[in-house]
């Protein structure tokens, strides 16, 4: 399919789960397509040989790293924010740094 020949889309948060199926739809739909991932190196690439796609590490929190993977692989069509992290246990008594990390990636 070619629906999306030609367009340059950006994933964060695309190396599983959710964010691997949306670049694999991109990929396999003629996008070019680069992702970003936080975690396993060797899953990112793995998608990324398997799509033709770009794997890039970048923490999603570091507003400074997204905006630079923009300005080196820009100018996008799509942008898909899909990264996001979640804490778990009484919100009381978690660490104020999780809890800022939490709001840099998720909101």
Known sequence: MTLFRNKSVLVLGGS????AAIVRRFSADGASVVFSYAGSREAAEKLATETGSIAIQTDSADRD?????????GPLDILVVNAGVALFGDALEQDSDAIDRLF???I
């Open 104 to 106: 840099r990636i998720n």
């Open 65 to 73: 790293a997204v905006i630079s993977l923009v300005r080196e692989y």
């Open 16 to 19: 599983r789960g959710i964010g």
